[in-house]
């Protein structure tokens, strides 16, 4: 029983430390362009080696 009132506030701080770093992610920007990362990694930015 002595666990679980140690446990439980440790897990909620957690929980709420995971909540603001999703909330700061979204408000940053990190999911604003979803396709651009997926379609950047099909072209070349260097010049081909002669």
């Known amino acids: 029983m ?3 009132l140690i446990l439980i506030p440790v897990a909620l701080v957690a ?3 995971a ?4 909330l700061w ?3 940053s ?3 604003e362009d979803l396709d651009g990362a997926a ?5 070349d930015d260097e ?3 002669r």
Do not use: E, H, M, N
């Open 2 to 4: 002595d666990t679980l």
């Open 15 to 17: 929980s709420l430390l």
């Open 19 to 22: 909540l603001a770093a999703f």
């Open 25 to 27: 992610s979204l408000r």
């Open 29 to 31: 920007g990190q999911y």
């Open 39 to 43: 379609s950047r990694i099909l072209f």
């Open 47 to 49: 010049k081909p080696k």
